[in-house]
């Protein structure tokens, strides 16, 4: 149960340190946000279970209530990311656009 | 004055008392009573919104299920994205219609779409139900809106509205 425990911790600590090297590796906003804001609640939900493992009924209680916690906010404040870069810069490296042409559209 | 759902609000005492159990973190008497009794308070009061329609155990497992095997695979290749030293990455933002009476699990999906990396949901316009994806590989495209509507309909069979519920 302790390898068991130690591998997912290890595990979580990886996805963490990969989606660091996403945040440097891509070149825009919209994939450096895939990378970093989404790979967290993923780091942190295969961490949280390998420790469960190890700290009894209470900790697990307390790790599943942040998981669900973090699990339904992050998408939020992800989202208002996504469309404050969204409106704030130029999307000229996008293959397709059916938001910007959606909203010019809106305009006139 | 809102009708009794006996069944709803013992599912809602408990789970408060649960969480509030767990934010303790030991099972203990007083601990137990003290969130029984905040638990029908709360609920008692009235505070937060009342939830409409009601919950199916089972389809709403399955719509857990899969969010939990999207959150694997697509971590998996957005790890691979990031491992390998090609970039294959080619973006866009995509509109997906969505049926109408998907409307209801609106922030459902946009959860759970967002959650999974490699989409992410950009804006979203409740007056013609339509979401504005990011995809990390536009290729992906079609597997992407076969994937969404799959995720509405899981939504929709977990979380019925009133007017369906009296219908079936």
Known sequence: MTIVAHLLMALGGLIAVLAGVGLLRFDTNYARFHAAGKASPVAFLVTALGASTQLGWGGTA?????????????????????????RTTAGDHLAADDLASAERAARY | MRRPRTIRDLTMVTAL????????????????????????????????????????????????????????TSTLSVAVEIATPTDRTEEAIVAVP???????????????????????????????????????????????????????????????????????
């Open chain 2, 98 to 168: 969505l049926p109408v009476e998907s409307r209801q699990h609106f922030l459902l999906l946009i959860v759970a779409i967002t959650l999974t990396p490699g989409t992410a949901v950009v804006d979203a316009d409740p007056d013609t139900g339509t979401l504005y994806l990011h995809l990390l590989h536009v290729d992906r495209r079609m597997a992407v809106e076969t994937h969404v509507h799959e995720l509405a309909r899981l939504a929709r069979a977990a979380l019925p509205t009133d007017a369906e519920r009296s219908i079936a």
């Open chain 2, 17 to 72: 008392a649960a969480t509030w159990v767990g934010l303790w973190g030991s099972f203990s008497a007083a601990n137990v009573l003290g969130g029984l009794v905040l638990a029908v308070l709360v609920s008692g009061l009235g505070v937060g919104t009342s939830g409409r329609g009601g919950i199916r155990p089972i389809p709403l497992m399955r719509l857990l299920w899969r969010v939990l095997l999207d959150l694997v």
């Open chain 1, 62 to 86: 307390r790790l599943a209530i942040a998981a669900v916690a973090m699990v339904l906010t992050l998408p939020v404040g992800v989202h208002l990311l996504f469309r404050a870069v969204h």
